[in-house]
């Protein structure tokens, strides 16, 4: 069946530092991608999404690219801040309207002033 | 967008007892889907609940033990049953927005079992 992997955490860095975190998936067809962001004692919130191949999500200034060829929709973001720190989960999501969820396994990311 | 109201957030309960969680949104809504997140772990789909009919369970969860009611397209209730240690989880119920490209999520129930 369709899996998301995602890099182990947790992750922690200093304010400004680059992130990325890195996120594969193993599906059939043409899935779209998501990621998604769960802040201290909050629930799960869309942070961005790509629906085809090379379709670039961006929020925030977080970015991600759907790459077909390699399988993975890497989270990038140039310049980290402390409000950053969060539970980053990557998924993905088969065909159109109200379908299921599969989760990776989720990312813990500090970061420290 | 959909705003979620799950109740409880949080509870202890005891071993061998149940548990009902509710999820109301605001719109109208053909299917609800209720996921567990187990301690440092991600999102797993328990299952999917359509108004009017029998909910679709994953493989692994049975409806003996989660129970799901939908009663009207606002509102649906998870039910944890006979509950164990290893039930301790946050519960999160969620449905898809307009146009089906975004999934919305309830702020989630925080089950501890003693």
């Known amino acids: 069946g369709d899996s998301v992997t995602q890099m182990e955490g947790p992750v922690t860095l200093s304010e400004e530092a680059f992130l990325t975190i890195n996120c594969t998936y193993t599906?059939?067809?043409?899935?779209?991608l998501f990621w998604y962001v769960q802040y201290p004692g909050e629930g799960l919130q869309l942070l961005l999404k790509?629906?085809?191949?090379?379709d670039k999500g961006s929020n925030k200034g977080f970015e991600a690219t759907y790459r077909k060829e390699t399988t993975s929709f890497h989270l990038e973001k140039g310049s980290v801040q402390v409000s950053d720190s969060a539970v980053y989960f990557c998924a993905l999501k088969q065909g159109q309207g109200a379908q299921k969820l599969v989760f990776g396994q989720g990312t813990r990311l500090t970061i420290n002033p | 967008s959909a705003v979620i109201s799950q109740k409880p957030s949080r509870d202890i309960c005891q071993r061998g007892t149940s548990l009902t969680i509710q999820c109301q949104v605001d719109?109208?809504?053909?299917?609800m889907f209720w996921y567990r997140q187990q301690p440092g772990q991600s999102l797993t789909l328990i299952a999917t609940?359509?108004?009017?009919?029998?909910?679709?369970?994953e493989s692994g969860f049975v409806i003996d033990k989660f129970p799901i009611s939908r009663p009207n397209l606002t509102f649906s209730t998870l039910t944890v049953s006979n509950m164990s240690p290893e039930d301790s989880s946050i519960y999160l119920c969620?449905?898809?927005?307009?146009?089906?490209?975004?999934?919305?999520f309830g702020q989630g129930t925080r089950l501890t079992v003693v």
């Open positions: 969620s449905v898809e927005g307009t146009g089906g490209s975004e999934a919305f």
């Open positions: 719109s109208q809504v053909t299917m």
């Open positions: 609940a359509n108004q009017g009919s029998e909910a679709t369970y």
């Open positions: 599906a059939t067809g043409y899935p779209s």
């Open positions: 790509a629906t085809k191949a090379d």
